[in-house]
């Protein structure tokens, strides 16, 4: 490991202009390439104090055994000089996009006597048009083999064209119609060409002329009652809008365009790109790259519009770019690739409309590609069990953590504030063995509190279930927690009585029907979504209770370190750690589980009415008493025997309503604030009470941004 005071270039010696410097390690071998608008500030950055400079950067620079740099005249000088440099050396701290595939395009060889329509791969080549990519070949086959009723095109190989034109016999889709058969001359090269011609316009998005010139050619030839050439005409025309069909107009200007969305975690990042052509999506592809740099959104999209567009030119390169995020600085990014079409492009980020509307659903796209690329990595049995081998050898523990619980803290600004708890059982999640905590033990927002009462509250129920199966042997402790008693026996509802979930509590580790009963069996390791205090206050918890065979350890968001109790620095795992990815995930589904349930509980508390304080009342008659006096005013002015009149409503449950409407508070008078008028609050009732319809709904996701 160096030391990059060691090669530290003197101050003067860097000059304060653009460029793109170059890190190399001991062997010579180029570890990361970076641009800069002043090399001089930007380096600067990399030198400083160790301790202030992010993980990832601090290994690359005590990595590196020297850094180099080449000034340039422009920052798009700068941009294009970095994109060469990472193509030829791949350095390994740079963000590498890697496709799992090679997208397929269809391509049509304009640059040959007789072009050829067909599935190609790889590098672009001069002359040949491309369509695309697609995601499978199959796709660009099924839509040629439609065109090719109408575009009669070459698809053959060289090969098998030079024998046809030895042989004299074309192929089998020479007999079909299917090819206009040049190989034998049955076509001219000038008119083969001008019908590859057609098809490229066809496949660019020029349909609608040709579909009205086939519409005018079918007419007259019935005008004309020649009724065969009519009925092909009418089959082609049929091919051709079915092939249309397979890419919906989803721009109704008819725009050029590429969309590019980007999802990502701390340590991945998946890029999905939609390719719109004439208002409608030609093609789509997608990458996942591992995040060895600190880096943010806009410079994800940045290294995604070099990979993109690199290599590529003209038409290539589309009048508009829709991005989620925009490069910092804007500029250089934008005159790079204006330079690449050879006129102006356009890069923003959509506020609205159609386009805001498909750049959430390319968004879409990049989450599932996120997900699924970390579905594959779990559900790899090998991979699992390396990542607990991993998890175990870091802390410290005597075996693998077969089971393991991760819990985490939500609120909104101190309200609803509720915890989650997750199970993960050999490396994989245990759905059915999620928990649900309501924070009951005080008012307003304190994690580190929080998690000490959910923690406690988990471990004080499975201590209780065990001592009611004898596992404590002749029950040598008569508290759990040092301070409250439990007594032998005793429900939800006696002793701890706080956990917050359903069901009663069993005498025996499995319910009737052979299930695991909810808090029997404990974990091997407690992970807590945060750092030391979550951490210290999870220990606490289980030293007051006395388990001292389960161990502790916490997960912070911002540097992914992992903290154990009582240690004053963090374990940094490395970034391609398989137990690092499985933590995240453990930490992410947790936080997923307790942010959901805190959303439904705001939502209920946003929709509760006077009906909900009515004991033993469910939603169906709730609903059939809206429905029957038409407000909750009419309903509390009712009497018994009115109410008794609902179907589904008894006098004793007309009573029970009645009670409830009487002492409670009338309502203040609803006001319309435009006009100071004093509305009736039967204008208002049906819908504010109403089970099914939340009251204030826009309010609740104002505030999303501030949950935890």
């Not at 690199?310 to 204006?338: C, M, N, R, Y």
């Not at 386009?355 to 970390?374: D, F, S, Y």
């Amino acid at each position: 490991m160096a030391d990059p005071s060691s090669y530290r270039p003197k101050p003067g010696q860097i000059p304060d202009s653009p460029g793109v410097y170059r890190f190399r390690d001991e062997h010579r071998r180029v570890i990361y390439v970076g641009k800069a608008k002043s090399l001089r500030q930007r380096l600067a950055n990399y030198f400083q104090d160790l301790a202030g400079l992010h993980p990832r950067t601090r290994t690359m620079v005590t990595t590196a055994a020297s850094v180099e740099w080449t000034v340039v005249s422009t920052e798009v000088e700068a941009l294009q000089l970095e994109y060469s440099w990472i193509k030829e050396y791949d350095p390994r701290f740079n963000v590498k996009y890697r496709d799992d595939k090679s997208y397929p395009y269809l391509a049509v060889t304009m640059n040959e006597e007789f072009p050829r329509a067909q599935v190609m791969r790889g590098h672009k080549k001069k002359g040949v048009r491309y369509f695309g990519p697609y995601a499978h070949a199959w796709a660009i086959r099924d839509t040629v083999d439609l065109l090719l009723r109408v575009f009669p095109v070459r698809t053959c190989s060289a090969g098998v064209f030079k024998n046809a034109a030895r042989t004299g016999r074309p192929c089998l889709l020479g007999y079909i119609g299917k090819c206009s058969a040049p190989c034998v001359g049955r076509i001219s090269p000038d008119d083969h060409w001008e019908l590859a011609d057609e098809f490229c316009d066809f496949m660019t998005g020029r349909t609608g002329t040709y579909l009205r010139r086939l519409e005018k050619q079918m007419a007259q030839a019935a005008e004309e009652m020649e009724y065969e050439r009519a009925a092909r005409l009418r089959d082609d025309i049929g091919a051709l809008k079915k092939a249309m069909e397979k890419n919906a107009v989803v721009l109704a200007d008819a725009t050029d365009a590429d969309l590019i969305a980007v999802a990502e975690d701390e340590l991945e990042a998946a890029v999905q790109i939609f390719h719109v052509r004439g208002g409608r999506v030609r093609g789509q592809r997608g990458w996942v790259t591992d995040k060895v740099e600190e880096i943010t959104t806009g410079a994800l999209v940045e290294h995604a519009l070099q990979q993109l567009y690199g290599e590529e030119t003209g038409d290539a390169v589309p009048k508009e770019v829709l991005v989620p995020a925009l490069p910092d600085p804007l500029e250089p990014v934008q005159e790079w690739l204006t330079a690449r079409r050879g006129s102006n492009v356009s890069l923003r980020v959509p506020q609205r409309g159609d386009k805001r509307a498909l750049m959430e659903t390319v968004e879409r796209n990049a989450q599932q590609g996120l997900a699924l690329h970390k579905t594959k990595r779990a559900s790899d049995l090998t991979t699992r069990s390396r990542a607990l081998e991993e998890i175990a050898e870091a802390l410290g523990l005597d075996s693998a953590p077969l089971r393991i619980e991760c819990y985490d803290i939500s609120h909104l600004q101190g309200d609803d504030v509720v915890a989650s708890m997750v199970v993960f059982e050999d490396g994989l999640a245990r759905k059915s063995e999620y928990r649900r905590f309501q924070i009951k033990g005080f008012e307003g927002q304190d994690d580190v509190r929080s998690m000490h009462e959910v923690i406690t509250r988990r471990f004080r129920r499975y201590l209780a279930d065990k001592e009611r199966t004898g596992e404590w042997g002749d029950g040598g402790a008569d508290t759990v927690d040092g301070s409250a008693e439990i007594p032998a026996g005793a429900g939800v509802g006696a002793g701890a009585g706080t956990v917050a979930v359903d069901g009663p509590v069993a005498d025996s580790l499995t319910e009737d029907d052979g299930r695991p009963r909810r808090f029997a069996y404990p974990p091997q390791l407690v992970v807590v979504d945060g750092g030391r205090p979550q951490v210290a206050a999870a220990k606490r918890a289980l030293d007051e209770l006395g388990v001292d065979d389960v161990a502790v350890c916490g997960l912070a968001k911002r540097l992914e370190e992992v903290w154990l109790p009582d240690d004053d620095d963090p374990v940094i795992l490395p970034r391609s750690s398989e137990g690092l990815y499985l933590l995240q995930r453990v930490r992410d589904e947790a936080h997923r589980f307790a942010i959901t349930y805190q959303r439904t509980k705001r939502a209920k508390r946003f929709r509760a009415g006077p009906l909900d304080d009515v004991p033993g009342l469910g939603e169906t008659r709730k609903q059939a008493l809206i429905k029957h006096f038409g407000s909750v005013k009419r309903l509390r002015a009712a009497t018994i025997d009115q109410i008794c009149e609902v179907p589904g409503i008894g006098r004793k449950t007309a009573e029970t309503i009645a009670v409830a409407f009487a002492g409670a508070a009338a309502p203040a008078p609803a006001v319309n604030t435009a006009t100071g008028e004093i509305m009736d609050e039967g204008e208002t009732d049906t819908t504010a009470d109403s089970p099914g319809e939340p009251v204030a709904a826009g309010a609740p996701e104002d505030r999303r941004g501030q949950e935890t």
